[in-house]
């Protein structure tokens, strides 16, 4: 068994076949302009989120009437607050960081379990991959809000149960993809060559197949990321979000949209925005790497 | 696609690619109703009793309404009743409404694909020449500011697009209402057509973005064919290149997205309908989840998954007919 990790695989650092390669790739995804600016996004938000609470110190657990409903700037709150009395600006770095793990922890873990399922169906074939599809067939007939509903009616919504349950609602597109590669890996010389040296087949699909899927893992798991900070906030928009005082910027912006006749746009406008950033940010970096690695993970 | 299907490339013919597909979409709906029965029961592991009889139903009750339902029986036996009641269309009744599921889904299902339907065309009529235009004059100005747009509007939560909509053109133009018309029929929806712009325009934005995007793709792969070449080299001009043969080429493979879209579509059109309270399927679906009606909403998602699969059978038909060559890859 040892032995066979020595054929000249090397398929755990899957590098571009080029010269000097990560310098050449690294060029790559520098020159498109949209990634970087992706990128510089992203480090903003995480900043901002993350960082931002140490230095712009509000209490987001405590409702305050005495300072609600006031306009951006007075009695020092630089965005206002909210009907409850939350300074807005405060709250949207505590609401961003909800979107932003929940979105991120999901989209990896759907990416996780799509790759696997999908490495598997394509690289066992025959009955075993059509019984597979079409569990993910059935999974795609089913919208994922709706799906999501039915959960939240059976289950209090809370930021883990919302990662594993995004994480389960949105695996069926990486293992789509992910299964087109394994179809075409499988046949090729280092895997067969590892299967006639004696090695398993959870060896070659853990070791080969998934590996040199890489590419399409990566790009597709950027796009899941910005689907499911979407969902989070439609799971929000729906009422069925992480309960108060915990929020996300989907659960700020629904709760704002009943002050919207009274001219209240930072109860709406900011958080708003934020998550069409952060989205547009994960497209261009997942645009960018897709170029890196020179794969279709989406329609161009 | 992958190499395999390059390699070996079976040239089925229709009736084989056809017949597949149909057990294929069988054995998927199979599934549907599988996920949908553990749902069920992962929901209510006591059965619809307490739902159907109300809270202070007693045991006795609960035994009796169990027994005469066949809630007692194996699992197995439940699903496959469940089944047999279902080929019946037969799909239980609201804890809340007071009436059959069927019937409740029957009334709104009109008015979601009405909404559908009109958004869809509208958005196809726009997306189809603009992802054309943008193919055409590839990397220009113009290309660019509608790909940056598209890019912005597909990442925007569809429901933060509505609001914008309804402060600019209801707010402050006083165009349109923010409310969607009432009324329990297509007929009274459809009469009051002011209603009916800021719904159907919050949904046609996305479905352009993703559409124009399609077509754009599909365009610019027909252009680079020989076909394009022979043609130019014979002396056509462009416009009647484009006119006669790349738009009629593109237009295939994004008719048939159409059917792929559904579920996405339906996903959205309870977005929608809650945002504008529009009286369709979407609003009846979230208010059943505010009331836990668990029949109304495994009704729901069994009427969309079932349209959803014969969506993508009826895609991959038009496309095996227009294009033969989609017939082993798409098995």
């Not at chain 1, 990486?174 to 890996?185: C, K, M």
């Not at chain 2, 979407?282 to 729901?300: E, I, K, M």
């Amino acid at each position: 068994m040892s032995d066979v990790t020595a054929t000249p695989a090397a398929a755990s650092a899957p590098q571009p076949r080029t010269a000097k390669p990560g310098r050449r790739a690294l060029a790559r995804f520098t020159s498109n302009r949209l990634a970087v600016f992706g990128l510089i996004v992203l480090v903003f938000f995480l900043l901002f989120c993350f960082l931002g609470p140490l230095f712009y110190q509000t209490d987001q657990v405590h409702t305050n009437l005495a300072e609600a409903s006031l306009r951006p700037g007075e009695r020092g709150h630089l965005l206002g607050t909210d009907d409850v009395g939350y300074d807005v600006l405060g709250r949207l770095m505590i609401a961003g960081q909800t979107s932003i793990i929940i979105g991120l922890a999901a989209g990896v873990l759907a990416t996780l379990i799509g790759s696997f399922w999908g490495a598997i169906a394509g690289y066992v074939g025959g009955w075993v991959d059509s019984v597979m599809m079409r569990i993910v067939d059935a999974g795609i007939a089913i919208p994922a809000t709706f799906l999501l509903l039915i959960i939240s009616t059976i289950a209090r919504p809370s930021v883990p149960l919302m990662i594993v349950v995004i994480g389960l609602v949105s695996w069926l597109v990486p293992a789509r993809l992910v299964r087109a590669e394994s179809i075409s890996l499988k046949s090729r010389e280092y895997v067969l060559a590892i299967r006639a040296m004696g090695g398993t087949h959870s060896r070659a699909i853990t070791r080969h197949i998934i590996p040199n899927s890489v590419g399409t893992i990566i790009v597709n798991a950027t796009f899941q990321v910005a689907d499911a900070i979407l969902l989070v906030a439609y799971i929000s928009f729906l009422g069925m979000g992480v309960q108060k005082p915990a929020t996300d910027w989907g659960a700020m912006l629904t709760s704002g949209i009943s002050y919207t006749y009274a001219g209240a746009w930072w109860l709406i406008l900011p958080a708003g925005f934020c998550i069409v950033l952060i989205v547009v940010a994960f497209n261009c970096i997942g645009d960018g790497l897709r170029d890196y690695f020179d794969v279709k993970g989406r329609l161009k | 696609m992958s190499t395999l299907t390059k390699t070996k490339r079976p040239r089925g013919n229709i009736g084989t690619f056809l017949a597949r597909r149909i057990f294929q979409s069988v054995i998927v709906i199979l599934i549907v109703t599988l996920i949908v029965f553990s749902l069920l029961h992962l929901a209510l592991p006591q059965g619809p009793a307490l739902g159907v009889l109300g809270m202070q139903a007693t045991q006795e009750q609960i035994d009796a309404f169990n027994h005469k339902n066949g809630f007692d029986l194996p699992l197995w036996q439940q699903y496959l009743n469940f089944l047999w009641q279902l080929l019946h269309g037969d799909l239980g009744a609201s804890f809340t409404l007071n009436k059959p599921v069927s019937v409740a889904i029957g009334q709104r299902l009109p008015k979601t694909m009405a909404l559908a339907l009109i958004g869809m065309i509208v958005a196809l009529i726009v997306a189809i020449p603009m992802g054309i235009y943008q193919a055409t004059r590839r990397g220009k100005a113009g290309d660019v500011a509608l790909t940056a747009w598209n890019f912005v509007i597909y990442s925007t939560p569809s429901f933060f697009l509505g609001l914008i909509l309804v402060i600019v053109f209801s707010q402050w133009l006083r165009w349109f209402p923010a409310q969607a018309p009432q009324g329990s029929t297509v007929g009274e929806v459809l009469s009051n057509p002011a209603g009916l712009v800021l719904p159907v325009l919050t949904m046609a934005l996305g479905i352009i973005a993703t559409f124009s995007r399609y077509m754009r793709s599909a365009t610019i792969d027909n252009l680079s064919e020989d076909y394009v070449r022979t043609a130019r080299a014979k002396g056509t001009s462009v416009t009647v290149v484009v006119t006669r043969h790349v738009v009629r080429n593109s237009l295939t493979p994004v008719i048939a997205m159409l059917g792929y879209y559904l579920p996405v579509m339906f996903g959205g059109m309870i977005v929608v309908e809650s945002l504008f309270n529009y009286p369709g399927m979407g609003l009846l679906f979230w208010s059943a989840a505010q009331t836990s009606d668990y029949p109304v909403l495994l009704g729901c998602v069994l009427i969309i998954a079932i349209a959803t699969v014969v969506g993508s059978l009826l895609a991959d038909l038009i496309q095996a007919l227009l294009d033969p060559r989609t017939r082993g890859e798409l098995a």
